[in-house]
């Protein structure tokens, strides 16, 4: 089994777990891409007709629309049922990072929006504690330098991101993304909560507490359910 196809084994299983007349959200990445087409197939059969979409990317709005979905924006609803979205990493107890689609502050807006949040990830995402990928910051470019000077005296080994022009990739809000290298995270509440108090910092990739279930495609061909 390829990583595609299981990263298309989780998706499959999401879009069964849709509800007819739902508020969905829709998160970012290749494994959310699978879950749209998924999605968008089984619409095709049974109108779902849902009640909102609301997605994370242009990416993912273009591929709704393909799939001839209307796609909402997030003030258009109170709140959303359910948001399907990828991950980078998951630890054991469920929390992740995200952002490295540097789209994780829409992503988190939406999340937390969310009455319930499903995650689709292929095993090569999991991990025991969280840090061996990257923590994606994203930043005000009017204070990045000293955002940048406090993570480097606080030992975060920051980083700022670069596009393929091998400049600094500017978010979809026009921001700039530090990536911190911390492995493993010693106490990811306390980070999060250092980042939340950080003036300039718009919004970080760690998602504490945040999701309810997590589907993982392991190799073998079974899918896991996490809750
Ligand atoms: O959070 C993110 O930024 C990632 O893109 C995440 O959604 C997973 O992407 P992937 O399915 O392409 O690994």
Not at 18 to 42: K, Y
Request: proline letters at 4%; one cysteine or more; a negative charge.
């Amino acid at each position: 089994t390829t990583q595609d196809e299981l990263k298309q084994q989780a998706a499959q299983q999401a879009a069964d777990m849709v509800e007819p007349g739902m508020a969905l959200g829709v998160g970012t990445g290749s494994t959310v891409a699978f879950f749209i087409d998924a999605l968008g197939d089984r619409n095709r059969q049974t109108p779902l007709n849902l009640k909102a979409i609301v997605t994370t990317s242009n990416r993912s709005k273009q591929q709704l629309e393909q799939n001839g979905f209307v796609v909402n924006e997030l003030a258009d609803v109170d709140q959303l049922d359910l948001t399907i979205d990828g991950a980078d990493r998951v630890d054991d107890d469920l929390n992740g990072i995200k952002g490295g689609g540097a789209a994780h502050t829409l992503e988190k807006n939406v999340a937390v929006n969310s009455k319930k949040n499903l995650w689709i990830v292929d095993e090569s995402k999991l991990c025991h504690r969280l840090g061996d990928f990257p923590l994606p910051v994203e930043v005000l470019p009017v204070s990045a330098k000293q955002n940048f000077a406090k993570f480097e005296q606080a030992g975060l080994q920051p980083a700022y991101r670069l596009n393929e022009q091998g400049e600094r990739l500017t978010t979809h809000y026009g921001n700039w993304i530090i990536d911190l290298h911390v492995d493993p995270l010693p106490v990811p509440d306390g980070l999060a909560a250092y980042l939340d108090a950080t003036v300039g910092v718009v919004e970080h990739g760690l998602f504490l507490h945040l999701v309810d279930t997590v589907l993982i495609a392991h190799a073998d061909g079974t899918i896991e359910r996490r809750n």
